[in-house]
């Protein structure tokens, strides 16, 4: 498992990870450790392509999906925390309730998004990824938009917020 911390960190280095994560990222011992580090720092992962998706499906497909991290997979997800689609991830999320939920979409994925009760949804797409939300009663969506097709259907009380970053990536 070092071999592979060991060669994350020195990606994360040439990618231009600062010095106290790149030495956080040597240290770590387990694969749960590495991708609860992917998520903190998922802003630095996803404007890196970091680490390669080749990469994350050799060495973490199996061990990242109870995080809510998910490559090339069909999903139903229904009040998650979190989902991070990469790849050709394709599939559902819905959330309802007093739910709240991050989802970040990448490359060719493809989600539809479902929001409802006082549910609160923030999303983050990028690249080529298609989102379709769907909104109703008084629930809120939150879209940074830096890449990709996107649908809306707004109902009821309910509010779509879509910011045009005009920019590849965060």
Not at 74 to 87: D, H, K
Not at 125 to 152: P, Q, W
């Amino acid at each position: 498992m070092n071999a592979i911390a060991k060669e994350l960190a020195r990606q994360a280095k040439k990618a231009g990870i600062c010095e106290e994560w790149h030495g956080q990222l040597k240290l770590l011992t387990d694969k749960d450790a590495m991708i609860d580090m992917y998520i903190r720092g998922i802003d630095f992962c996803l404007s890196n392509d970091y680490p390669s998706n080749d990469y994350i499906r050799e060495h973490f497909k199996g061990s990242m999906e109870k995080k809510g991290v998910y490559l090339d997979d069909e999903i139903m997800l229904s009040n998650p925390r979190r989902c991070v689609a990469l790849g050709r991830t394709v599939g559902s999320v819905v959330v309802g309730g007093y739910g709240v939920c991050e989802v970040f979409v990448k490359h060719d994925s493809v989600l539809v998004i479902s929001a409802s009760g006082n549910a609160f949804v923030e999303i983050d797409m990028f690249d080529n990824s298609e989102v379709s939300v769907h909104t109703t009663e008084c629930a809120k969506v939150h879209i940074n938009r830096y890449g990709g097709r996107l649908t809306t259907d707004q109902r009821g009380d309910s509010v779509i917020k879509v910011v045009e970053k005009d920019k590849k990536t965060y």
